[in-house]
């Protein structure tokens, strides 16, 4: 960095558990190496959870965040039940922050790790999926999550995770999604990554269905190279990823949108250690280390992220990764911290030297192009019912009701088919989806499904929801039951 450089605003949060001890080292570590910040302290978390605000974050924390757009968050501690809402989910969601890039490295032999040649990037889907939250009771005994996939959001992604690749001198990108099971929306994330992918064709790319894809991170993780996946697929796999690493606790983590970054350590809040000083702030100073590449301060970001990468050969290591004969120095927070800062200005022996361009604002993504029109017709409606009686009781209440030009064509249960022709071994819950259908090739209009649910309504059928059914471009734009 050079001399007489502007101040750059920034947002801090100290959060909760460990959350305070960590932040000072990581701030004390950013100050010594010359960091040019103008810092503004908001709190978030446990405390404002209990002062009735439900995510998490009170007005003026906002102010704060829109003035700077440039948030260093330590971890912070959710309540569980009474509705609280995942602070991490609202102001993601809230201020755009799309792509949740996490960097996992072994750190051989000096972390242990079964995997020393490990270094994969996971670059997660940040907004959608089922963290949209959208949840029902739709029974006594049935709930139901909506799970949210859209094209654009997908397209953004993906250009963000070749982009990556591309500027951080990657080679190759590996989708992971359960396009198997559902077809239709992962099906959307694994079709627009071959669509994105033939724009890059410097680069590898390949897809894994995301079960044995998981498996091959922890037992294979020398494979990977930068991985795009769902949101919560990719919540899931970098936690699996950091810890065969050797430790949750050295992974750092950047949340990109397009004007804003937030950037925080991987980990919880870990109460249980909280006020015994012995917290590795690692994690967080990684982030950090983001966080400065982010804002054009690369020559410092360089320089704080060798000077821990030093620290690391130099065996001083915090209480989790300590180990006989490999390790010289069992230190705590403060120990970590000043180790850091001793060695500020040096460099490495045995990994690769860091050196970051002091280049502000991060990757330009071409713009999401536009989403080809196909023609909609609505053919049917799938309509939710509450029954505790049989199949056939069902079917025999139902069939008076169907008249109109829409007929019934199967009930199913907890998406397993049971009629027509339906097993008598499937177990059923009280909640059905029962199907209609147009008898030929006509347009259902929205009031014969009116029509529909009023004779059901009339008969005293205790109905859920209902779901239009449309083809697109002749396609079916829904999927059959198992065993259809």
């Not at 750190?107 to 020393?116: E, I, L, S, W």
């Not at 050797?246 to 983590?253: A, I, Q």
């Not at 804003?260 to 250690?273: K, L, R, V």
């Not at 199967?410 to 339906?422: A, C």
């Amino acid at each position: 960095m050079t001399q007489g450089t502007k101040a750059t605003p920034i947002t801090v949060a100290k959060g909760d558990g460990i959350g305070p001890a960590i932040m000072d080292s990581t701030l004390e570590i950013l100050d010594a190496a010359g960091a040019a910040l103008d810092i503004e302290e908001i709190e978030i978390g446990e405390a404002v959870y209990k002062s009735g605000i439900k995510n998490g974050i009170a007005p003026e924390a906002w102010e704060s965040l829109e003035r700077t757009r440039v948030f260093l968050k330590a971890p912070i501690t959710t309540p569980q039940g009474g509705g609280f809402k995942s602070l991490n989910v609202t102001v993601r969601k809230s201020l755009g922050l799309f792509a949740n890039v996490r960097p996992c490295v072994a750190y051989h032999p000096f972390v242990k790790t079964n995997h020393p040649d490990m270094d994969l990037v996971i670059i997660r889907e940040n907004e959608e999926d089922l963290y949209g939250g959208i949840e029902y009771r739709q029974s006594q005994d049935v709930m139901a999550s909506l799970k949210i996939i859209s094209r654009p959001g997908t397209e953004r992604i993906m250009r963000y995770a070749f982009e990556y690749a591309r500027a951080n001198g990657r080679k190759k990108v590996t989708c992971m999604s359960k396009d198997n099971i559902m077809k239709i929306s992962d099906g959307l994330f694994h079709r627009v990554f071959d669509e994105i992918g033939e724009f890059y064709p410097d680069i590898e790319k390949d897809h894994m269905i995301i079960d044995i894809g998981t498996a091959k991170v922890a037992n294979h993780p020398e494979m990977f190279d930068v991985i795009v996946t769902t949101n919560l697929y990719g919540d899931i796999i970098s936690d699996v990823a950091a810890e065969v690493t050797g430790s949750v606790g050295l992974g750092g983590s950047s949340n990109i949108g397009e004007n804003f970054g937030m950037f925080e350590a991987i980990h919880g809040s870990a109460p249980d250690i909280a006020g015994k000083g012995i917290a590795n702030p690692s994690g967080l100073v990684l982030g950090s280390v983001m966080m400065l590449t982010h804002i054009g301060q690369g020559d410092v970001a360089s320089k704080i992220h060798n000077a821990w990468l030093r620290t690391l050969e130099d065996g001083i290591h915090t209480g989790e990764i300590f180990r006989e004969g490999i390790s010289k120095e069992k230190v705590g927070t403060e120990g970590m911290t000043k180790a850091i800062i001793e060695r500020l200005g040096q460099v490495p022996e045995k990994f690769p030297v860091k050196k970051y361009p002091n280049i502000a604002g991060g990757l330009t993504l071409p713009p999401v192009r536009e989403s080809k029109w196909e023609a909609k017709v609505r053919v049917g409606v799938d309509i939710g019912i509450n029954w505790d009686k049989t199949t056939d009781d069902l079917v025999a209440a139902i069939l008076p009701c169907v008249t109109d030009n829409l007929g019934l064509q199967m009930i199913s249960n907890r998406g397993t088919k049971v009629w027509p022709d339906g097993n008598a071994a499937t177990f059923c819950s009280d909640n059905w989806r029962l199907r209609f259908v147009t008898s030929n090739d006509d347009h259902i209009k929205t009031s014969q499904v009116v029509a529909l649910m009023n004779r059901m309504n009339e008969a005293g059928l205790n109905f859920t929801k209902s779901v239009m059914l449309n083809t697109y471009d002749g396609v079916p734009g829904y999927t059959v039951a198992q065993g259809e």
